[in-house]
């Protein structure tokens, strides 16, 4: 098993070049550079000062060059710093935004394994009835309707008419006069809408896929065998189909960790909340190349790690499958 | 001669005058606010599509950083209401008889937010500051053209200029920064980005990335406390939630598109709460073309283009009449604008009698035009983003066809736009806006020398006139004399329609009814927010202190 580990590791690391080297090339393939943004069509600005920006990004050398250069830095766990003006390391631009965007993808997540289950069981078990149907028209619907519209439908409903929820932002104005339960209350309020309307959005993935797995198991003879005993139908999926049922539920889970610290871009800016995907779209627009290749590598380290992990608790999980142990017979 | 001389005095006189007159109207500001009934107290709510990226003013360059930035600051001088130059940090300034330099007498009553008193040391500091070239700012322009700065004593400094250069004065309304903070250090990655000291009214309270930013009143300030506590700026990076939360009261003052304005403001919840202000933009709108493209090369062309656009249609169809027709690079109403000069009202068929002199003639009896049997057809190019400029490239479109020209449009993402079109000359006419600012030096956009790559006369126009005017006009200090260069540049760039002026926009501001002292101007709206007030019945926000 370690071994295995190891050498998935290992594996690892030509990959990384890999996407790095071509992620680095394709961003600037885009026209436009950082310097443009900073200093072009704009009266008030000197005739100067497009060189001078261009100087102090290094945009006048080689891409090849300024990768070499790049990677160096990188393998020392140096992102560099943003070429915006603010003058902050990538690092800790990630570190200001990582925290809402992972709170609310965790919840998001939570939410939607808390409901997309048991819908995709149930549906399993009844199916074809009204509330299979119910079920299926509804989670299609959420998956199908514009999450954008659906949120400025409940922004003004919710928000304008009825003033239950504020409409956009994390905090209030008052937050810090607040005691820990309104604090607490307050976050909650705000990001209320955000992580319903998301969840909403993503139930239709995982209960279909819980349905069709547990439909999948029922058909199969020891469910058959386990009826003929007598056992009680409510032991026999509880018990019996559920845990076969739920196995490929741990690959999927592996590998929406890299989506935990990814934001969607419209989302985030319909609620203003100051996450990774309007980062990555506003520097990837300003052509922050630092800040676009931090991160896509943690994007693309997540993604390994995540696959590396559902490989490995696939292994803890299901007896069928081992990894290293060679069969000694 | 004699008459210049005259003028310039006159101009001196001027000024000294109305340094002294403001200096008696600081006296009287706490007075003032008293007899209005004005109260102090509230927060006026404001937003912003993006995060600023620092609040040095000096070095940032989005619009983003210079609105909560240009509360926090002063500089030497700044425009009033009417956009006229008046003191600010100095409290007058002295122009020599040769108008190549400038006294200015600070202030000595001024101390920046952290109780440090400022000097002239801080003005030299700034100006030293601008013209390093390693200070990473877009501004240095103006700077690198003062010949010599010097101190003369702690409230006096004395910029000197190689020749008499008309916008120096304006210049120095750039922010000025703390020496004794900033000394030394390397600006952009100084925490005064973070968290700035200045001397404006109001004074950095807190920063929450992506959130909000928020200015409280500055006590000391010398024109007098600002009556609002706190100016709290949110971020909000998408309009339609904006509109969402200023109906929700969560905001108070908001840009509106001319819909939002005329199409979903007329409910009760909005007239109840709200005000409507609105002013001429410091903006417009045009069709520029591609003058080294043969197809254009003729002023004729260009005449029955213009000659062909509707622009009142593209007015009350897409502002929703939230605008008025331009005839120049000027806004309306400014000193600087000449109204007498050649228009292009719409006239089809006068733009094809025009067309038929520079030989387009239908000739194939298809309803097109053609040259030497080639057919009048050319790609219009704007940007993404702005659907007004689509709209408006669909509205000449249609126009243009009734008179045989046949137009493609295309739309392109900001970057490519600029870099693969503009910039290498690719297109043959484009649809774009300038902000006109208040300077009228029309180098940078209409001087023959600034066609090339990063340029802002990527159409190439080059007319020789053009060129001696705005040469001359830049070295004249007396207004009314300067004028006569510009009013002549106008009618030249009215004859020879290098752009079809389109229109300047309305500013359509939303503005919560609780706010009073609130006046637009040709400055804005915001010009004198030091001065707004909410009555103590009506207030919202209460701050400890």
């Not at chain 1, 080689?62 to 990768?67: A, D, F, K, N, S």
């Not at chain 1, 299979?132 to 509804?138: I, L, Q, R, Y």
């Not at chain 2, 390093?132 to 690198?144: E, G, I, R, V």
């Not at chain 2, 400094?157 to 922010?175: I, R």
Request: proline letters at 5%; a neutral charge; charged letters at 25%.
């Amino acid at each position: 098993m370690l071994r295995y580990i190891a050498k998935r590791l290992l594996g690892m690391v030509p990959l990384l070049i890999g996407i790095t080297f071509i992620s680095f090339v394709v961003i600037h393939l885009a026209p436009g550079d950082p310097a443009q943004f900073i200093a072009s069509m704009n009266p008030k600005l000197s005739e100067t000062s497009y060189e001078k920006f261009v100087k102090m990004y290094d945009l006048d050398k080689p891409v090849l060059e300024r990768y070499i250069n790049w990677l160096g830095k990188f393998a020392r766990f140096d992102f560099g710093e943003s070429f915006s003006q603010d003058g902050k390391t990538v690092l800790e631009k990630i570190k200001e935004r990582l925290p809402v965007t992972i709170w609310l993808n965790v919840a998001g997540l939570l939410l939607i394994l808390v409901i997309a289950l048991p819908l995709g069981v149930l549906s399993a078990c009844y199916k074809d009835s009204i509330f299979d149907k119910g079920v299926t028209v509804f989670v299609f619907a959420g998956f199908a309707m514009p999450t954008f519209w659906l949120a400025l439908l409940c922004m003004y409903y919710f928000g304008v008419i009825k003033g239950w929820f504020p409409i956009s932002g994390l905090r209030s104005f008052n937050y810090e006069y607040l005691s820990t339960f309104g604090k607490i209350m307050d976050i909650v309020k705000h990001t209320f809408m955000p992580v319903v309307i998301s969840v909403f959005g993503g139930l239709a993935g995982l209960s279909r896929f819980a349905r069709n797995s547990m439909l999948d198991v029922l058909k199969e003879e020891y469910i058959t065998a386990a009826r003929a005993r007598g056992i009680s139908e409510r032991k026999i999926i509880f018990k019996h189909a559920l845990k076969n049922a739920l196995l490929p539920v741990v690959t999927i889970l592996g590998l929406s960790v890299p989506g935990l610290i990814g934001g969607s871009v419209i989302f985030e800016s319909i609620f203003s909340i100051p996450g990774m995907g309007q980062l990555f779209y506003q520097s990837v627009m300003m052509r922050d190349y630092p800040v676009v290749m931090g991160v896509l590598v943690i994007g693309a380290l997540l993604t390994l790690a995540g696959n590396l992990i559902a490989d490995i608790a696939y292994a803890a999980v299901d007896p069928r499958i081992r990894y290293g142990a060679k069969k000694t017979d | 001669m004699k008459k210049i001389v005259f003028l310039l005095i006159s101009v001196l006189c001027a000024t000294i005058l109305f340094g002294c007159g403001d200096k008696k109207n600081d006296n009287n500001v706490a007075e003032k606010r008293k007899e209005k009934g004005s109260v102090l107290g509230d927060a006026l709510v404001t937003s912003s599509l993006g995060d600023a990226s620092g609040l040095i003013y000096n070095i940032t360059s989005d619009s983003a950083s210079h609105d909560v930035a240009r509360n926090i600051y002063n500089g030497l001088v700044m425009l009033d209401k009417d956009l006229n130059i008046v003191p600010d940090l100095a409290e007058s300034w002295e122009i020599s008889e040769d108008s190549k330099s400038i006294i200015f007498k600070l202030r000595k009553d001024v101390k920046w937010h952290d109780g440090a008193p400022f000097t002239a040391d801080d003005v030299e500091f700034t100006y030293k500051f601008m013209i390093d070239s390693n200070t990473p700012t877009s501004y240095d322009a103006d700077f690198l053209l003062v010949k010599e700065f010097s101190v003369i004593d702690p409230y006096t400094v004395k910029v000197s200029y190689d020749e008499p250069y008309a916008p120096a004065l304006l210049s120095w309304g750039m922010a000025i920064l703390p020496k004794h903070l900033l000394e030394g250090k390397e600006a952009a990655k100084s925490s005064l980005m973070r968290e700035p000291v200045g001397t404006g009214p109001f004074k950095f309270k807190e920063w929450k990335s992506g959130e909000t930013i928020t200015l409280e009143a500055n006590d000391e300030y010398f024109a007098g406390r600002p009556n609002l506590d706190r100016l709290i700026f949110r971020i909000i990076p998408d309009l339609n939630t904006t509109f969402m939360e200023l109906l929700n009261g969560s905001v108070d003052i908001m840009g509106l598109t001319p819909t939002q304005w005329v199409k979903q403001t007329d409910t009760a919840l909005f007239t109840n709460n709200y005000d409507k202000h609105t002013y001429l933009s410091p903006s417009y709108a045009y069709i520029g073309y591609n003058v080294k493209n043969p197809l254009f090369a003729d002023k004729k062309v260009r005449q029955a283009l213009s000659y062909a656009t509707p622009k009142q249609e593209i007015i009350d169809g897409i502002l929703f009449g939230e605008g008025v027709i331009a005839n120049g690079p000027y806004k309306p109403g400014t000193i600087w604008h000449n109204d007498n000069v050649q228009k292009y009202d719409y006239d089809p068929e006068k733009a094809k009698k025009i067309l038929a002199e520079a030989g387009w003639e239908e000739t194939k009896g298809d309803g097109k035009l053609y040259k030497d049997g080639k057919p009048f057809t050319f790609t219009i190019l704007t940007n993404q983003g702005n659907s007004v400029r689509t709209k408006i490239a669909e509205t000449v479109q249609q126009s243009w066809r009734k008179i045989g020209i046949t137009v493609d449009i295309r739309v392109l993402e900001w970057a490519s736009f600029i870099n693969e079109y503009i910039d290498k000359g690719k297109f043959d006419a484009v649809i774009m806006g300038w902000n006109i600012v208040v300077d009228p030096d029309p180098y940078d956009v209409w001087h023959s020398s600034k066609c090339g790559p990063k340029l802002l006369n990527f159409i190439c126009y080059s007319n020789a006139e053009i060129d001696e005017l705005i040469d001359k006009g830049k070295h004249v200090l007396d207004p009314t004399e300067r004028k006569k260069y510009y009013d002549r540049f106008q009618e030249i760039l009215a004859e020879e329609q290098p752009y079809t002026f389109l229109y300047v926009p309305n500013a359509l501001i939303g503005l919560n009814n609780r706010f009073k002292g609130v006046k637009a101007a040709p400055a804005g709206l915001t010009y004198n927010i030091d001065e707004w007030y909410v009555p103590a019945k009506d207030q919202k926000y209460r701050f400890e202190k």
